[in-house]
């Protein structure tokens, strides 16, 4: 007669253990939850697309090249010019990728980068 409530007791034992434990830790997720904020996963990588015929067109890169600061003209000087290089690096890859497609010669895709490289600074 012992052993049944030996076990009883050892198994009310072993539950109310279990169910301290998982109280706390659900106390600490929600806490922890509260006190600081997980970051973002981090995003994909840029999906980088090949050009085709259109897009390879020199008046078009000039005219996206003229509109891609608009949205920032508000900035200072300095933001502009870091903005500046980055959109210049990405049209030089564009023409290298251009060149390679044979959408572009080569002397027309330096033309065009030079071109763009001593255009007015300001959007």
Not at 18 to 31: F, I, N, Q, R, T
Not at 104 to 122: G, I, M, N, Y
Request: one cysteine or more; proline letters at 11%.
């Amino acid at each position: 007669m012992i052993r049944p409530r030996l076990d009883r007791a050892l198994g009310l034992l072993v539950g109310s253990l279990v169910a301290s434990l998982l109280v706390p830790l659900g106390a600490m997720e929600a806490s922890a939850g509260l006190g600081r904020q997980q970051p973002a996963p981090p995003t994909s990588p840029p999906t980088r697309y090949d050009p085709d015929r259109t897009t390879c067109e020199p008046e078009r890169i000039r005219s996206a090249f003229q509109q891609q600061l608009q949205p920032y003209a508000d900035q200072s000087e300095a933001v502009i010019a870091q903005l500046r290089l980055i959109q210049l690096e990405m049209t030089r890859s564009t023409l290298r990728r251009c060149v390679s497609r044979d959408l572009l010669t080569r002397p027309q895709a330096d033309q065009l980068f030079r071109e763009l490289s001593s255009s007015p600074t300001r959007p």
